[in-house]
């Protein structure tokens, strides 16, 4: 149940992504869908390898460097998920920084349902 919710939380993170960022384009629900599984994969696979690598640039760089890493990982989900595409790197950058913000906000609320229950 708790990966379907992520999926959901992804997937709404996207499309507010695709709307409100140019240069990130989804052609279709099936697409949508699709992708935000891909990045959920990719979320939970490479991206713990490659911020361990990466940890002593994250430093360095007083965390900044956390957002490249997070628009490197939706630049490569979207080379791999069909009818999902980005611009340029700075599209991706932003649209996680968007994705993460909306996908705060939406487990902030599902969690605060969940004590209601």
Known sequence: MKFVLNWLVNAVA?????KIVPGVFVEDT????????IIGLVNAIIRPILAFVTLPITVITLG???????????????????????????SAI???????VVATILHLFVKGRK???
Request: charged fraction near 10%.
């Open 64 to 90: 900044l460097f956390y957002f490249v890493l997070n628009g490197a990982m939706l630049y490569l989900a979207a080379s791999l998920a069909p009818g999902f595409a980005l611009e340029s790197m700075w």
């Open 30 to 37: 099936d697409s949508l869908f699709i992708a935000a599984l």
């Open 94 to 100: 932003l649209a996680a920084i968007v994705m993460s």
């Open 14 to 18: 996207l499309w507010v992504a695709a």
């Open 115 to 117: 004590k209601r229950d």
